[in-house]
């Protein structure tokens, strides 16, 4: 039982360790966008006219061929939150994902909350509309679409 109480225990204070280091700087994003312009292609966090939305999936953790695996300290904050969303599943309902985005939202004002959760389906709609759109609705539908990304960066969605 004392056991079970030291790793409760060490669960909150690494969470709140991690927190206090995400303070520190800004969470890295995991969405990039390709952009090509003038036959050059180039890959950034901020969005581009035209660009293409890549989901990257960092690294986590490199294993030696001993077995023994290394992980940075990034990584192990990364899992520690994942232990959290699960824990916390069958009160919240939310998945891994889910949770990440209301964690990463949650300093927001409300009115930006509000202004990120309408996005969040536009966004959506907007992208599979640019996948299926001829060549002469593609310009005005990428406009809209970089419009409302800058937005949900601007805001920090």
């Known amino acids: 039982m004392a056991g079970l109480k030291r790793?409760?225990?060490?669960?909150?204070l690494a969470g709140s360790v991690g927190t206090a280091a995400a303070q520190m700087l800004p969470a890295p994003s995991?969405?990039?966008?390709?952009?090509?312009?003038?036959?050059?292609?180039?890959?950034?966090?901020?969005?581009?006219?035209?660009?293409?939305?890549?989901?990257?999936?960092?690294?986590?953790g490199?294993?030696?061929?001993?077995?023994?695996?290394?992980?940075?300290?990034?990584?192990?904050?990364?899992?520690?939150?994942?232990?959290?969303?699960?824990?916390f599943r069958p009160i919240s309902g939310m998945t891994r994902e889910e949770y990440e985005v209301y964690r990463?939202?949650?300093?927001?004002?409300?009115a930006a909350k509000q202004e990120c959760r309408r996005l969040d389906p536009s966004l959506l709609q907007l992208e599979?509309?640019?996948?299926?759109?001829?060549?002469?609705?593609k310009a005005r539908i990428q406009r809209d679409l970089f419009?409302?990304?800058?937005?949900?960066?601007?805001l920090g969605c």
């Open 7 to 12: 790793a409760l225990l060490g669960l909150v």
């Open 30 to 60: 995991r969405t990039m966008y390709k952009c090509t312009a003038n036959n050059v292609t180039s890959y950034s966090d901020k969005p581009c006219l035209g660009a293409e939305r890549l989901v990257v999936n960092p690294a986590r």
């Open 62 to 87: 490199v294993s030696k061929l001993s077995g023994t695996e290394r992980i940075g300290k990034d990584v192990q904050d990364e899992r520690i939150r994942e232990i959290w969303a699960d824990a």
């Open 104 to 110: 990463r939202r949650f300093k927001l004002s409300a």
């Open 128 to 137: 599979a509309m640019e996948r299926v759109a001829d060549n002469s609705a």
């Open 147 to 154: 419009t409302l990304r800058q937005r949900s960066t601007d």
